[in-house]
T-cell receptor, first 114, second 116 residues
């Protein structure tokens, strides 16, 4: 079963709100990723977790705060976002974090910041 | 630096036509991996294929086939007898062995529309 689930599917939040995006996988994968995708653009990597530890932060603003509570769950905490942060946020997982492993993506959360 | 170019921004075909999506890549590594992903309107990226740099065999999976040519740094994707359900954005991506955390460099994507 190659399934990554994400909640919520849609989220509208004001610039002063605090919200969280959730991602879950039950494939036993040890690497998990957050991507941001703007319309008609490819996904952009934000964070990589490997064995529940943050491996990579691609210079993401601190208003995005990732968390990996366990090997199956990945959260993205949002605070004081800007309208330009509106995008599709995709979670992905892979068996390991090396270059040879394909990543499996969730359906994404469509975020609108008002 | 690694780079992936998908020169075709949009392609429109009629059902049952064959269509080829082009992908050209640049890398300095001798070991690397190439991927194709499909993104339907629902938003989820669906993994289609992975190919490593030492395996130049073409691959066929049902109506899908891939042509990997290191000599031209290309990894093209052909859909035979296209169907409306093939309508999606298709991304080609590259990951170099030297990238320890598996970062994917995506092309800009090709929007494929299959008309009935």
């Amino acid at each position: 079963d190659t399934e990554v689930t994400q909640t919520p599917k849609h989220l509208v939040m004001g610039m002063t709100n605090k919200k969280s995006l959730k991602c879950e996988q039950h494939m036993g994968h040890r690497a998990m990723y957050w991507y941001k995708q703007k319309a008609k653009k490819p996904p952009e990597l934000m964070f990589v977790y490997s064995y529940e530890k943050l491996s990579i932060n691609e210079s993401v603003p601190s208003r995005f705060s990732p968390e990996c509570p366990n090997s199956s769950l990945l959260n993205l905490h949002l605070h004081a976002l800007q309208p330009e942060d509106s995008a599709l946020y995709l979670c992905a997982s892979s068996q390991e974090s090396g270059s040879s492993y394909e990543q499996y993506f969730g359906p994404g959360t469509r975020l609108t910041v008002t | 630096a690694q780079k992936v170019t998908q020169a075709q921004t949009e392609i429109s075909v009629v059902e049952k036509e064959d269509v080829t999506l082009d992908c050209v890549y640049e890398t300095r590594d001798t070991t690397y991996y190439l991927f194709w992903y499909k993104q339907p309107p629902s938003g989820e990226l669906v993994f289609l294929i992975r190919r490593n740099s030492f395996d130049e065999q073409n691959e066929i999976s049902g109506r899908y086939s891939w042509n990997f040519q290191k000599s031209t740094s290309s990894f093209n994707f052909t859909i035979t007898a296209s169907q409306v359900v093939d309508s999606a954005v298709y991304f080609c991506a590259l990951s170099e062995l030297g990238t320890s955390y598996g970062k994917l460099t995506f092309g800009q994507g090709t929007i494929l529309t299959v008309h009935p």
